[in-house]
């Protein structure tokens, strides 16, 4: 596997609480993502990063932030947690076009907010 | 946007038999199609994956098939085994620098012994 480590890999958290959860690799890979997967609607992508500093919305962006001030380390907040924000969260990895393609999955983070 | 449509949601096979799972996709600017398998519990893993500029892909096993023309690719999985259930996800994006997958639902692929 890839060197991508995810923490925490299990929360329980309270609705309205910040939650932060952090991606780290030791691939030096240009770009990071982050996923949320929920029976019957595969992997959505919340948010990425395209370098140091430099993030763009997903498809399903409401409710998180995210910020990457080091290469090897993408945080995803949710600044106020909701019961519709329980899901499993995963983060990837990948180069640019050119090298390989694979986007590797880090082992993910399972969220449940009561 | 793109939106990535996979079928079956489920499917059970009797070991040593095929099994295809479909795919259609919505935006023909798309030009990467990867498939993953995710076991239970586990990350998902790349198994294949084919551009566009390719009609189809073959891996001991495993085959992908894409016809531009009509948006839609597929996976082949002949000679079917028990470890071969798992969970099976489709995925387009167009491929210019940032990789952004949009997933079809997801295939729970059964072997049967």
């Known amino acids: 596997d890839a060197g991508i480590t995810q923490s925490p890999r299990h929360k329980v958290t309270e609705t309205g609480t910040p939650v932060t959860l952090r991606c780290h690799q030791t691939?030096?890979?240009?770009?990071m993502y982050w996923y949320r997967q929920d029976p019957g609607h595969g992997l959505r992508l919340i948010h990425y990063s395209y370098g140091v500093k430099d993030t763009d919305k997903g498809e399903v962006s409401d409710g998180y932030s995210v910020s990457r001030s080091k290469t090897e380390d993408f945080l995803l907040t949710l600044e106020s947690a909701t019961s519709s924000q329980t899901s499993v969260y995963f983060c990837?990895?990948?180069?640019?076009?050119?090298?390989?393609?694979?986007?590797?999955f880090g082992p993910g983070t399972r969220l449940t907010v009561l | 946007g793109e939106n990535v449509e996979q079928h079956p949601s489920t499917l059970s096979v009797q070991e040593g038999d095929s099994a295809v799972i479909k795919c259609t996709y919505s935006?023909?600017?798309?030009?990467?199609f990867p498939w993953y398998k995710q076991e239970l519990g586990k990350r998902p893993q790349l198994i294949i994956d084919?551009?566009?500029?390719?009609g189809e892909k073959k891996d001991q096993r495993i085959a992908v098939t894409l016809n531009k023309t009509a948006k839609h690719f597929s996976l082949h999985i002949t000679e079917t085994q028990p470890e071969d259930s798992a969970v099976y996800f489709c995925?387009?994006?167009?491929?210019?620098?940032?990789?952004?997958?949009?997933f079809g639902q997801g295939t729970r692929l059964t072997i049967n012994p």
């Open positions: 995925a387009a994006s167009i491929s210019q620098g940032a990789q952004k997958l949009v």
């Open positions: 990837a990895i990948s180069e640019p076009p050119g090298a390989s393609k694979e986007q590797f």
């Open positions: 935006d023909s600017a798309s030009n990467y």
């Open positions: 691939e030096n890979h240009r770009y």
């Open positions: 084919i551009r566009s500029n390719v």
